[in-house]
């Protein structure tokens, strides 16, 4: 199933946001890569969009797409907890 959503960036946010990309395809890859394969991701492709209302993150991807809420493990996983 293919799948694609837009997320906003709060105002002064943005690059915030690029760094957490940057952290989750960067050095927190592996236990990024283990969260997509749990929540039913194959792949998954990220785009920032400025706009005059503000920036928005704009992801696509294909998997069966569990819902993030049901693949994380907050109380047992220490990255999910950062995610």
Same mark, same amino acid.
């Given at each position: 199933?293919?799948?694609?959503?837009?997320? $906003?960036?709060?105002?002064g946010?943005?690059?915030?946001?690029r760094g957490?990309?940057?952290?989750?395809?960067g $050095?927190?890859?592996?236990?990024?890569?283990?969260?997509?394969?749990?929540?039913?991701v194959t792949?998954?492709?990220?785009?920032?969009?400025s706009? $005059?209302?503000g920036d928005?993150i704009?992801v696509t991807?294909?998997?069966?797409?569990?819902?993030?809420?049901?693949?994380?493990?907050?109380?047992?996983?220490?990255?999910?907890?950062?995610?």
């Amino acid at each position: 199933m293919a799948y694609a959503f837009a997320m $906003p960036i709060l105002s002064g946010k943005s690059e915030a946001a690029r760094g957490f990309i940057q952290e989750v395809l960067g $050095p927190r890859k592996r236990e990024y890569d283990d969260l997509q394969r749990r929540q039913g991701v194959t792949s998954e492709r990220y785009y920032l969009q400025s706009s $005059p209302e503000g920036d928005l993150i704009i992801v696509t991807g294909e998997g069966t797409f569990t819902p993030l809420s049901q693949a994380l493990d907050v109380a047992g996983n220490p990255f999910d907890r950062w995610f």
